[in-house]
């Protein structure tokens, strides 16, 4: 009688990592589907001699498929998720102009303002850029007393005039949030740097506080149009790079802060990235589609990522890594009638017989899996289908 293995392809085995360039969708989920017809005299003797012509790659032919021989190796082994992703910048900012009047100066798209710098002009007066959460909401100068005027507001301004060099830390201790006779101090110094009167008091509309420096992305306000208290005059972001991926939220699980990734650019260089955050909420695109969450990726060398935004890039996540272990090809697996899984290894003269194996870790994207078993060996020969 002859003996027949079925051997069916892994619907997950096909994934190879892509061309460079190439943007992929994988999802790790690695389904060895086979029905495995053993006899039973296979089963209780765990051999196999096949029959008929041997494959040009040195496999049986027997099986009624065209096979292959693939070496087990010993190595180091990465699983991967390969996603699509879109390389920016951290944040999203608005500015609020409070002024009133006319908008005579306003910068550029792409342009970068620092804190301490001229975000736009109004009636050809400086509208300052200054670090801070709290929004400008009142003017600011010195009461009968420090404690007349305090607060978030107040505090943040404090730790711009020290941080730009207008005040000294033993001036403005820090954490100060009253605003002092030597806070009035370090508004004149910065009024002087401007070119402006130097009162030592902030009207509301001369400064707009937001949490970084900003890279402006679009200009919603227009020169020569009126300025009114209330309306956004810019958009911008962060100089901070960053990656985001609208991941499946059913690979949520595949996926945790820290985890190693490689960000392929546009120009086909790679450079390595972190992920810093995992979304927690899915969310589906208008129209419909597959739910996603998102999930953050800080690049490890920001500079080589250059200053493109909203570019379209690849990114392998590492979810996992083992050290010096056995590993062979997904598609050298068998499924077994009884359960498990193993490999046909290649003997000599001909003679071919089924290892049992134990299943480690997969690399989806290299179609590669950790396997472990009695009676193999790295350097063995295994059959596989034939490419």
């Known amino acids: 009688m002859e003996d027949h293995i079925e051997r069916q392809a892994d619907p997950g085995s096909a994934s190879r990592r892509p061309r460079r360039g190439t943007v992929k969708r994988v999802v790790i989920i690695v389904v060895v589907a086979a029905a495995v017809v053993v006899v039973a005299a296979l089963a209780a003797t765990g051999t196999l001699q096949r029959k008929g012509n ?26 991967q998720t390969d996603v699509n992703a879109t390389l920016g910048y951290e944040g999203s900012y608005t500015a609020i102009d409070q002024a009133q009047g006319t908008f005579t100066d306003l910068p550029a798209a792409g342009q970068l ?17 200054l670090r801070g959460s709290t ?14 005027v305090a607060g978030a507001d107040v505090a ?32 004149e110094k910065l009024q002087a ?21 900003v890279r402006v992305t679009a200009v919603s306000a227009t020169a020569g149009a009126a300025a009114q208290p209330g309306q956004p005059a810019l958009t911008g972001t962060s100089t901070t790079r960053e990656v985001t991926i609208p991941l499946d ?44 969450i998102t999930v953050q990726v800080t690049p490890t060398d920001p500079a080589a990522t250059g200053s493109l935004y909203q570019a379209a890039v690849a990114v392998s996540i590492i979810t996992g890594t083992v050290q010096n272990v056995l590993v062979v090809p997904v598609d050298a697996l068998l499924a077994l009638a009884g359960g498990g899984y193993a490999v046909e290894v290649a003997g000599a003269a001909g003679a071919h017989h089924l290892v049992p194996v134990t299943l480690g870790l997969f690399d ?11 009676g193999l060996s790295a350097g063995q020969r295994m059959v596989v289908p034939a490419l």
Do not use: C
């Open 364 to 374: 989806d994207a290299d179609g590669l899996v950790q396997v472990s078993g009695s």
């Open 193 to 213: 740097h401007l070119g402006v009167e130097q009162t030592g008091t902030l009207a509301l509309g001369q400064v707009v506080f937001l949490p970084a420096a």
């Open 113 to 129: 303002i620092k804190p301490g710098q001229v975000l736009y002009q109004v009636n050809d007066s400086p509208v300052v850029l």
């Open 54 to 79: 041997a494959s040009a790659g040195g496999g049986g032919g027997g099986n009624g498929f065209a096979t292959g021989l693939a070496t087990v190796t010993r190595q180091n082994l990465s699983a």
């Open 135 to 148: 929004p400008a909401y009142r003017s600011l100068s010195e009461g009968a007393y420090a404690s007349d």
């Open 249 to 292: 939220a059913t690979q949520q699980s595949l996926v945790k802060v820290g985890d190693k990734v490689v960000i392929t650019l546009p120009n086909n260089q790679t450079t390595p990235g972190v992920v810093s955050s995992v979304g927690k909420i899915a969310t589906t695109p208008q129209g419909g589609g597959t739910p996603t």
């Open 156 to 187: 943040e301004l404090n730790a711009d005039l020290v941080a730009l060099g207008y005040a000294t830390r033993s001036e403005i201790p820090a954490g100060s949030d009253e605003f002092t006779w030597q806070t009035q101090q370090a508004v």
